[in-house]
């Protein structure tokens, strides 16, 4: 009788602190935490506005710039080992040294003849 009533005392007690740590030690740091992260939020969309806008004027003022950011287009990838078949027949030698290997993965399926 008494080893059960030591475990129902036990239990009470660390429920209770565990109820008490939640409700005066997390409750308010998450409240905190909430506040925090709405004023990040509001921070974020205020930058993210700021840089729409700082784009939407160089857009406007270089449109190249955009098309060197795009990279090449479906028709220059395509031409790419027409290039590289005539840089070889002009002397190149190729790629040299550990990049060797990579420089094959670019290439599309079934053209391997560079």
Do not use: C
Not at 20 to 29: A, H, K, R
């Amino acid at each position: 009788m008494i080893i059960t009533r030591s475990f129902s005392l036990t239990n009470f007690f660390v429920a209770s602190s565990a109820l008490g740590f939640q409700v005066f030690v997390l409750y308010p740091w998450h409240k905190k935490l909430d506040e925090g992260f709405e004023e990040l939020k509001q921070e974020h969309i205020r930058v993210l506005d700021a840089i729409r806008g700082a784009t939407l004027q160089e857009r406007r003022g270089n449109p190249s710039q955009l098309d060197a950011i795009r990279g090449p287009t479906l028709q220059e990838q395509r031409n790419i080992p027409s290039q590289l078949n005539e840089l070889r027949t002009k002397g190149w030698k190729g790629p040299v040294g550990s990049n060797a290997r990579k420089s094959r993965l670019w290439l599309p399926r079934g053209d391997h003849t560079i």
